[in-house]
């Protein structure tokens, strides 16, 4: 990838003059789709990010978000019973590393942990929760599967050492991932209002330091790289575009920072991540209306010989720029030293233009807010995509069953998520394979739900709508666990947008993430755009991640699991359709995509008071799969269940937007939905572990055993 003749021009009439060879690497980072969001930033107004909780919204390295403080006589015995002396935040962040998780799966996942650690690190707080929403191609091609050992790997061994705990997340096959993965990886910081940073240059003088790995020659290139199309041999010849991690660096770096910051040192900070140090250092003097003199020379490096060029773009990890006050200049060196980190003064905050020196030569003259924002928007056509019509199988139910609940879309995650260290920090009070994973924020009285995903079977039958339902989805895992939706950041990711079909359905979930997010009254407070994410085998589908918090007084919440001891209800009204839904998939023919509630804020509102109940015994949301896949999911050595469903389309129905409940007091939860939702009897739990299901005249009963047996299809097939 190289400057764009149009782009050159702008450059050339904003400087008087050619820019130099670093300027011009500089700009083509910068002004790359994946710094500048040249196609997608002129749809993004379509998302509402305001509300009494935000705090700080998109632009930053990560999004603040005001918790509620709760009441100790509101939350469980378990919670703390003293008031919060401060207000507690929350940090919010999301970003995509699916090009080098290509190239390379495990470095490329590892160093997309460690990307989003430090852009907590850069707000001021310390990273609590990691969650992880993964994409592949069809799980039965070899290529597939080496690329999920290898990114599940990286996550693994960057999460577990660097001690933040991997909680969320989710994992899909769809054939058209097969040439370009997906990889989303969300984390959730935690700290006092008094230690908020930004990456907004604060005053003209303070010094620039940098802090952590030396610089080297890796991840060179790679905002540019992370901007075009995978090539057939990308493997090979864009290695050197990968960045290399090292957690244990990051460890000591996520320490120093807490140290600095709880010592008032850092005046600003902004995380070396795409474009490196050109890209951290100007954005950082650019969005506080200032200008930077740096020397290269000053930058500690790993390597001999490298360039004004290596130096300024070089993607090596683990590294941060602070904005620091002279006088505070040799403590945070001394704290860089205490734990082993590099330190380098390479130079100030100026007013002016932002300028780099190298070897006595002036390399980098340019207008910082030019370089930074200057980047011009792509105009671009789009069609919309058609509307699949009906054509439903007339398939064996026995066969659908199986086909459906082992499908590796709706089978067991459980191979991943054991990889991970979800249980330190000893925070999580509901760990992974539920709805939604739950954190304990003691500073508050607070339970913290997470959840993370999307559906590309949804998006690709209908962009808008899946969109929609990718939020509605992630909304109700949260108030199953009897959580209140608060925020959410987005991971968009997309195929070339300069296709017109692509672009179109690039534009649909964008506008139905947004409206749905809207509807639901949850501010989209910051994110990420991955576009280009085309091979030789097409485009991927459009794939719009949402990472999800709520917050729910104290921090217990109902299993997932049969308690064997009450009624069954499903509660949510069904769209009516099977469009997206994984029987289609597996057995064939099309539909057009269900309707979603209109009223879809009343409906979880509802929910997660009928979940926070004492007679409730049992919660679990019906979405990939519908009724079928979450009634397995909700059997026990110890509990089943005797089931009757209308038809072979309410079985599998996947409409969001509906759950199981267990109750004691079925009569409470139907006064509970009057006039919000229906709420249809399903049968009774039972305590035989097993699941019977009657639906037209079919009879299945599946043990446990057997349950697991079909599920464990990811085990069984990579242990």
């Known amino acids: 990838m190289s400057l764009s003749d149009a782009d050159r021009e702008l450059v050339v009439a904003e400087l ?42 998109p632009g930053d390295d990560a999004a603040v978000v005001r918790l509620p403080s709760y009441d100790a006589a509101e939350a469980s015995d378990e919670t703390d019973s003293d008031d919060a002396e401060t207000e507690t935040y929350i940090t919010m962040g999301i970003e995509s590393h699916n090009h080098p998780s290509y190239v390379d799966p495990y470095d490329g996942a590892a160093t997309g942990v460690g990307g989003i650690v430090r852009d907590t690190l850069s707000m001021g707080a310390y990273p609590i929760a990691l969650a992880d929403s993964l994409y592949f191609g069809d799980f039965d091609r070899e ?79 790679g905002a540019s790289f992370a901007s075009e199309d995978l090539a057939e041999d990308a493997e090979t010849e864009d290695r050197p575009a990968v960045q290399v991690g090292d957690p244990y660096s990051e460890k000591l770096l996520i320490e120093a920072n807490e140290e600095l910051v709880e010592a008032n040192l850092v005046e600003a900070a902004r995380d070396l991540g795409a474009a490196g140090l050109g890209g951290a250092s100007s954005e950082l003097v650019a969005k506080g209306g200032f200008g930077a003199e740096i020397e290269l020379d000053r930058v500690h490096q790993r390597e001999p010989n490298m360039s004004a060029l290596e130096i300024l773009l070089a993607e090596s990890q683990e590294r941060m720029c602070y904005e620091v006050r002279e006088e505070n200049v040799e403590q945070v060196a001394d704290i860089a030293e205490k734990y082993d980190l590099g330190c380098s003064v390479i130079g100030e905050v100026a007013e002016g233009n932002y300028v780099c020196t190298f070897e006595g030569e002036t390399v980098v003259d340019v207008p910082p807010e030019f370089l930074a924002d200057g980047a011009p928007m792509n105009d671009l056509g789009s069609s919309e995509p058609e509307q699949p019509s009906r054509d439903l199988p007339d398939t064996d139910l026995t066969e659908a069953f199986e086909a459906v609940v082992g499908a590796p879309n709706t089978a067991s995650k459980r191979w991943v998520y054991r990889q991970y260290d979800h249980e330190v920090g000893l925070r999580t009070a509901v760990r992974p394979g539920d709805d939604a994973a739950v954190m304990a924020i003691r500073e508050a009285n607070a339970g913290l739900a997470i959840s993370s995903g999307a559906n590309p079977n949804w998006t690709t039958c209908a962009p808008y709508d899946g969109a929609r339902a990718v939020a509605l989805e992630n909304a109700t895992n949260l108030a199953a666990k009897g959580a209140t939706p608060l925020a959410a ?95 289609l998939a597996q057995m064939g023919g099309s539909d057009a995509f269900p309707e979603l509630p209109e009223n879809a804020s009343d409906v979880l ?57 267990e109750t004691t007091d079925a009569d409470a939860v139907r006064e509970a939905f009057d006039g919000v939702a229906p709420v249809t009897t399903l049968g009774k739990a039972t305590e ?32």
């Open 16 to 57: 008087g003059r050619d820019p130099t060879s670093a300027e011009t690497v500089l700009f083509e980072n910068l002004w790359s789709e994946h710094c500048a969001y040249r196609s997608s930033r002129p749809l993004l107004s379509a998302f509402s990010s305001e509300g009494d909780q935000v705090v700080v919204g």
């Open 143 to 221: 290529h597939s599967r080496y690329l999920l050992e290898g990114v599940v790997e990286g996550i693994a061994d960057y999460g577990n050492a660097i001690g933040v705990p991997t909680v969320a997340g989710s994992v899909e096959f769809h054939e058209n991932y097969e040439g370009n993965p997906l990889v989303n990886v969300a984390c959730v910081g935690l700290l006092d209002a008094d230690r908020l940073v930004t990456a907004e240059a604060q005053s003209a003088g303070n010094k620039l330091v940098l802090v952590g790995n030396a610089t080297g020659r890796d991840g060179l290139g």
């Open 489 to 583: 950041v987005d991971c968009l990711n997309g195929g070339n947008p300069e296709k017109p079909d692509v672009y179109g359905g690039f534009k649909g979930i964008v506008d139905g993430l947004a409206d749905m997010c809207r509807d639901l009254s949850v501010p989209v407070v910051g994110g990420n755009v991955s576009l280009y994410n085309d091979s030789v085998s097409g485009p991927i589908p459009p794939t719009p991640t949402l990472a999800v918090v709520g917050t729910k007084a104290g921090y217990d919440a109902p299993p997932a699991a049969f308690a064997g001891e009450g009624e069954l209800l499903v509660v949510g009204a069904s769209g009516g359709a099977l469009g997206g839904s994984e029987y």
């Open 605 to 661: 509102a509802t929910l997660a008071d009928v979940a926070d109940a004492e007679t409730t015994l049992a919660v679990h949301e019906v979405n990939h799969g519908g009724l079928a896949v979450s009634l397995a999911e909700m059997v026990t050595d110890d509990a089943g269940a005797d089931v009757t469903v209308e038809s072979v389309s309410a079985l599998f129905d996947e409409t969001p937007g509906r759950a199981v409940v």
């Open 688 to 719: 035989d572990g097993t699941l019977s299901l009657s639906v037209e005249g079919n009879e299945l009963d599946y043990g446990v055993e057997e349950i697991a047996d079909l599920r464990d299809v990811l085990a069984q097939e990579l242990d």
